[in-house]
């Protein structure tokens, strides 16, 4: 029987494309990379270079991603991912890094690639998730990208925070009155952010109450949350996108995100929005992702059926598309 259930799970845990781990020089640094490659006989694929959101993330978000470049491998793309730095061992740390940092990691990986012989340096796009909404436009302005894959991307660092906040206060079954003191909190610490405000100040603001929070992000914050994507996005104009969007996103306004993306890229006719009622913030199914028991079995026995129903055939299908 325990034989059975390994067979099964390893079976489950394979994936249709070829992985190597590679380097890549970035100045002084070296991301650590995963680049995953359809196994169909091509010699020259096109690429999806990934680009993590919030948090210490590896390369192959400990195997989340897999799905996805497998659908991205059927539709005759590889994937690029690295560990962020300071992640698995790759030097530097994260939360150092603006969202400017951030972009000028991602084309130096794309320069990368285009050196290969076996990427197609006319085919190279990104996908990026929630923070990585503030640094996609930004790459596309500084290096030419044929598409965009946005999952649950942000537009403006305190708009989100405040939506966030009170979305889970909601949740929750706050009452007024935890609710305005939770604001009066959050209205406190943007006026420290806004005054540049050391960590132990804040602490003290607090009264030690910190709830969680750390000098070191305290520091990511001070340097990041002036973050808005509204003016950058026109980088994305021509640019054929791909907008996947959660119902139940406690996380990002999704219908902001909507509004802002459709006023700025609709004219152009390359903007293609995507809506998953059934899916929370990281396009998990919500039912599945309330359940730490059921996010482990579904990852274990059939990882491709956390996502939402579609999502994974219309990154595929949008791939395809493009020729």
Do not use: C
Request: glycine residues 8%; aromatic residues 8%; neutral net charge.
């Amino acid at each position: 029987m325990t034989t059975g259930l390994a067979g099964v799970v390893l079976w489950q845990n394979s994936y249709d494309m070829d992985e190597q781990r590679v380097s890549i020089r970035h100045g002084r640094h070296t991301l650590n990379g995963v680049l995953a490659t359809p196994k169909d006989g091509r010699k020259r694929h096109g690429l999806v270079v990934y680009l993590h959101g919030d948090g210490p993330v590896d390369a192959t978000h400990d195997d989340g991603y897999k799905p996805m470049w497998e659908a991205n491998a059927k539709a005759g793309y590889a994937s690029l991912s690295w560990d962020k730095p300071g992640v698995a061992g790759a030097p530097g740390d994260w939360l150092d890094q603006s969202m400017d940092d951030r972009a000028d990691e991602a084309a130096a990986a794309i320069a990368w690639a285009r050196a290969r012989p076996d990427i197609d340096g006319d085919r190279i796009g990104l996908w990026g998730a929630s923070q990585a909404g503030w640094v996609l436009p930004k790459v596309a302005a500084k290096t030419l990208v044929s598409f965009v894959i946005a999952v649950s991307p942000a537009i403006n660092w305190l708009q989100q925070g405040r939506y966030n906040l009170l979305a889970e206060l909601r949740a929750d079954g706050a009452s007024a009155a935890r609710i305005k003191g939770a604001i009066a909190r959050s209205d406190a610490t943007r006026r420290l952010l806004k005054r540049q405000a050391p960590f132990e100040e804040y602490v003290s603001s607090m009264q030690g109450d910190t709830d969680g929070m750390t000098a070191d992000r305290w520091r990511f914050i001070s340097k990041n949350y002036t973050a808005d994507a509204t003016q950058n996005l026109r980088a994305l104009r021509g640019v054929p996108v791909l907008l996947a969007l959660a119902g139940h996103d406690i996380n990002v306004d999704t219908a902001d995100t909507e509004r802002v993306y459709r006023k700025t890229l609709d004219a152009g006719g390359t903007l293609t929005v995507k809506r998953y009622p059934d899916a929370a913030h990281s396009l998990l199914k919500h039912s599945i992702e309330q359940s730490d028991l059921k996010t482990t079995l579904t990852a274990l026995f059939s990882p491709r059926k956390l996502f939402a129903e579609g999502f994974l055939d219309h990154q595929r299908q949008f791939l395809q598309e493009l020729g």
